[in-house]
């Protein structure tokens, strides 16, 4: 599974955390198709998400739902199968046990939806994995979950560009979608292992998850382009 045939603008998603739905709605009249996937995370889907995603796949556009599942097993089967319904292309889990990821295989069925293991949050170092009692660093520890995510049948991983050389160097045919991008120079904000977009796509990310850069820019548009024309130099 690799983006041949996908453009450098296919690649970015865009992620929509913002307050409403609303600021939503204009981030993406803005954008239109200048991005590939719009990513629905956990602030917009409490606040009518799952609404919007159908709305934006009437409209055309690619839909990632950020769920970042993680319960017992016929809980994450359920709601699983529950947004496989909407038609959404994407979904994440976290990728922290097989009963978690089979849960999910199991709830997707037969629908095209691809599922996304997510493995180490961007925002995480080595301190905080002892915090929660893991004392290995952070490449050992997304390496050991996309081993799990890809033998229980995941499309996919999210990971930091980081890890993400060694990964596609260990993963064959598997989506490795890297969040925590920052273009040269810009602030990082939240995020602890950030790259740039040119250094993701070289290291083998498949797909860029890219929300402040795009959607706080002055012209959200202006800068998805600025971006796609970064990923196709690289």
Request: aromatic share 2%; glycine share 10%.
């Given at each position: ?8 603008k296919d690649?970015i998603v865009?992620?929509l955390?913002?307050a409403?739905?609303g600021e939503?709605?204009t981030?993406?009249?803005?954008l239109?198709?200048?991005v ?7 602030e917009?889907?409490y ?6 995603t159908?709305?934006?796949?009437r409209?055309?556009?690619k839909?990632?739902l950020?769920a970042?599942?993680l319960d017992?097993e016929?809980?994450v ?7 496989a319904d909407t038609?959404a292309?994407?979904l994440?889990?976290h990728?922290?046990?097989?009963k978690t990821?089979?849960?999910a295989?199991r709830?997707r069925?037969d629908?095209a939806?691809k599922?996304?293991g997510?493995t180490v ?8 994995l002892g ?7 952070p490449?050992?520890?997304?390496q ?23 990964l596609?160097e260990?993963l064959?045919?598997f989506?490795i979608?890297?969040p925590?991008?920052?273009p040269?120079?810009a602030?990082?904000?939240d ?12 290291a083998g990310?498949?797909?860029l998850?890219i929300?402040r ?6 012209d959200p ?9 970064e990923?196709a130099?690289?």
């Amino acid at each position: 599974m690799t983006t041949e045939g996908l453009t450098p603008k296919d690649r970015i998603v865009v992620a929509l955390d913002v307050a409403d739905l609303g600021e939503a709605r204009t981030l993406v009249d803005r954008l239109g198709d200048s991005v590939g996937v719009y990513k629905i995370g956990l602030e917009l889907i409490y606040r009518g998400g799952l609404g919007f995603t159908e709305e934006l796949l009437r409209k055309g556009h690619k839909v990632l739902l950020d769920a970042k599942l993680l319960d017992i097993e016929a809980t994450v089967e359920r709601a699983t199968a529950a947004i496989a319904d909407t038609g959404a292309q994407f979904l994440t889990v976290h990728a922290t046990d097989r009963k978690t990821l089979d849960a999910a295989v199991r709830g997707r069925g037969d629908s095209a939806m691809k599922l996304l293991g997510v493995t180490v949050l961007t925002n995480l170092d080595r301190a905080d994995l002892g915090e929660q009692g893991i004392d290995m660093p952070p490449l050992a520890l997304v390496q050991e979950r996309a081993r799990l995510a890809q033998g229980a049948g995941f499309d996919g991983i999210v990971a930091s560009g980081k890890e993400a050389a060694a990964l596609h160097e260990r993963l064959r045919n598997f989506l490795i979608v890297t969040p925590g991008i920052r273009p040269a120079g810009a602030d990082p904000h939240d995020q602890a292992r950030i790259v740039t977009p040119s250094d993701a796509v070289r290291a083998g990310a498949n797909y860029l998850v890219i929300g402040r850069p795009i959607t706080r820019a002055d012209d959200p548009r202006a800068a998805a382009e600025a971006i796609a024309a970064e990923i196709a130099a690289a």
